[in-house]
Nanobody, 124 residues
Framework: QVQLVETGGGWVQAGGSLRLSCAAS?????????MGWFRQAPGKERELVGC????????YYPDSVKGRFTISRDNAKNTVYLQMSSLSPEDTAVYYC????????????????WGQGTQVTISS
């Protein structure tokens, strides 16, 4: 089975930066997967903040984070990263790493595997 473990969450002042990591295991290769980052704040739906095609490195970001968040990968380490900058209190949420093969990369239903989540809190 695929396992995903997020690390790197914490407390950051507004305007600061933070990098999250997602270590993937359980497959010899993650070719064919889309790796996504989602976040969920209390009372809000889980929302996509970005994803990456593991084969090509092609990325997608919604307008809410475009220009501030960057996803990258290290194929040798089976690890994907979410680099966040210019953070604001509105970015406070639990951040989740996800992996899937369905191609429905915009929504949680498109992903088969999820990490446990890591809390990101931005203070003003």
């Amino acid at each position: 089975q695929v396992q995903l473990v997020e690390t790197g969450g914490g407390w950051v002042q507004a305007g600061g930066s933070l990098r999250l990591s997602c270590a993937a295991s359980g497959r010899s290769t993650f070719n064919g997967y889309t790796m996504g980052w989602f976040r969920q704040a209390p009372g809000k739906e889980r929302e996509l903040v970005g994803c990456i095609n593991y084969n090509t490195g092609s990325t997608y970001y919604p307008d809410s984070v475009k220009g501030r968040f960057t996803i990258s990968r290290d194929n040798a380490k089976n690890t994907v990263y979410l680099q966040m900058s210019s953070l604001s209190p509105e970015d406070t949420a639990v951040y989740y790493c996800a992996a899937g093969t369905h191609g429905y990369y915009l929504i949680p239903r498109g992903y088969d595997y999820w990490g446990q989540g890591t809390q990101v809190t931005i203070s003003s």
